[in-house]
């Protein structure tokens, strides 16, 4: 179609299309540019010179906060709830294709967390880990081990309370992906394999896991990127250590340069690596299927 063909509305639709992209990624792109500031740079606009200057200040440290340490973190608390995410909703999609009593209960109380306040959820964890503080310290005096007692600080932790937090965030979105998956999933595939002699486990492990594994590459991107930046549910339970989301949070108030920006554009590289390397990942699986449906 020649471009003196289009209609009124369709220019109407494009401009308003246009500007739902600047208001959607506007924000970050501000953000990455001022981040390449010179040393005289300051936090709006007009750039002065263009250089690496931030980042190098970045790599030295913000003051008394390590964004090495918040930044392993992190990673080690996205790749954690992206293994779990993966395993409990695959395990759950594989459950929910049969007819389960009390499925329903079981699903809506699964899917609660997704219209629940963040931070109401993450209030809730937070309680309910220091009353179980209390209740350790309790037995553990009650049972005079003293030497415990006096070294024990609390349950809340990255691997414990926000795990849990995050996980309340993550399994929905994983547990919906994988319901649309198998409703469209052809049970011939399993039953011919059964006819040739396969166990549950090998028709599994050969034949459904190959076929859904572009999805939960999918689920494991969703369970990452989601835990990377995720404050409010982490913000109540994570006790006495901060992951890098909530050191940036902390930041703002107090970094007044653009090595703020510069730390900000760090965080969105790594996002968009994963989601590349998610992407990336499950075309090569979806095209080795394809290939050995050919041959």
């Known amino acids: 179609m020649q471009t003196k063909d289009r209609s009124a509305a369709f220019w109407a639709l494009a401009l308003f299309f246009a500007a739902y992209v600047l208001f959607l990624y506007g924000p970050m792109l501000v953000i990455v540019v001022l981040s390449f500031q010179g040393p ?73 967390s997704l219209i629940m306040p963040s931070i109401i959820v993450s209030l809730g964890i937070g309680l309910e880990f220091r009353l179980l503080d209390g209740a350790i310290k309790k037995m553990l005096e009650a049972f005079g081990m003293d030497g415990v007692l006096e070294n024990y600080g609390t349950a809340l932790g990255i691997y414990t309370s926000a795990l849990g937090a995050h996980l309340t965030w993550t399994l929905p979105f994983g547990l919906l992906i994988m319901f649309a998956i198998f409703n469209r999933f052809n049970p011939a595939y399993e039953e011919a394999a059964r006819d040739l002699g396969a166990t549950p486990w090998q028709g599994f492990r ?16 969703f369970g990452f990127t989601l835990s990377w930046d995720e404050i409010a549910r982490t913000s109540q339970a994570i006790g ?39 992407v990336g990942l499950s075309k090569l699986l979806a095209a080795r299927q394809q290939a050995k449906r050919d041959t």
Request: net charge positive; proline share 4%; charged share 10%.
């Open 40 to 112: 005289e740079g300051g936090l709006t606009f007009p750039m002065r010179g263009l250089s690496l200057h931030w980042f190098h200040k970045l790599a030295e440290g913000l003051g008394v906060v390590d964004i090495g340490a918040a930044l392993y973190r992190s990673l080690g608390l996205g790749l954690t709830v992206m293994a779990f995410t993966i395993v409990f909703s695959v395990l759950a999609g594989l459950a929910f294709r049969k007819k389960l009593r009390g499925g329903h209960i079981l699903f809506f109380t699964v899917v609660a």
């Open 240 to 278: 006495d250590v901060n992951t890098l989301p909530l050191e940036l949070q902390g930041l703002t108030t107090t970094v007044t340069t653009p090595s703020i920006y510069a730390l900000g554009t760090v965080t969105m590289v790594v996002s968009f690596l994963v989601m590349g390397l998610a």
């Open 206 to 221: 050969h034949v459904v896991l190959p076929l859904i594994a572009p999805s939960v590459v999918g689920i494991g991107m």
